[in-house]
Each structure stands twice: as C-alpha cells, then as structure tokens.
Nanobody
C-alpha cells in the first residue's frame, strides 16, 4: 500500500507558475504508475497527466500540454507537477493518484490510491 499527500497549491495570478508535490509513503513507490487529476466543484474529476514507474513515459491532457510537466524522484518517493502559464480555467482541487502498475493510466477508475487534494486558484 501507499499513502499520498499533496502540497504546493495556492493562489496565483494568470500567467504565473506553481509546483505541486505528491509525497508517498512506503518502500515500493517505484512500483507505482502515478497521475495527477483535478476537479472543480460540481464537475467530474479530470485527467491532467500521468507518468510511468521510472519516469520514461508521460501522458498529458490536451488542455495542459506544453504548460505542465509531470516528473518523479523515486529516491525521494515524490512526484511533481510543474504548472506554468496558468490560466483561470486551471482553478481546481488537484489530486495525485497511484496504481500498482508500471505503465501510465489516464482514467481515474484505474487508480487505487489517492491523496486528499490541494487547491489551486488562478486569478484573472
């Protein structure tokens, strides 16, 4: 099992940047494919990005491609989401998720482990 804790959310102006972190407990973090999702109140959870176990393969939603970068440091049991050129429509609660598998996944039902979320607010 793995427990996930996000951090790094906050309030930023449009065009600004934030870096989210997802800290994982346990010794098997490198056995997990990881992903970021986001959710706006009243809407379905949306896929943002995913990364395979070693960081050699990444997938991005079209809405964030070219602006966000997902990465991981297995030695530190941590995953990151660097968010640049933020837009008001990026405002959401961001969740990190893990699945005990080596490849990337893009559907939320494929992930078995979730953090509590961190709120990102982008002002115009």
């Amino acid at each position: 099992q793995v427990q996930l804790v996000e951090s790094g959310g906050g309030l930023v102006q449009a065009g600004g940047s934030l870096r989210l972190s997802c800290a994982a407990s346990g010794r098997t973090f490198s056995s997990y494919g990881m992903g970021w999702f986001r959710q706006v109140s009243g809407k379905e959870r949306e896929f943002v990005a995913s990364i395979n176990w070693i960081g050699s393969s990444t997938v991005y939603a079209d809405s964030v491609k070219g602006r966000f970068t997902i990465s991981r440091d297995n030695a530190k049991n941590t995953m990151f989401l660097q968010m640049n050129s933020l837009k008001p429509e990026d405002t959401a609660v961001y969740y990190c998720a893990g699945v005990r598998a080596l490849r990337t996944y893009t559907k939320d039902y494929e992930y078995g482990y979730w953090g509590q979320g961190t709120r990102v607010t982008v002002s115009s």
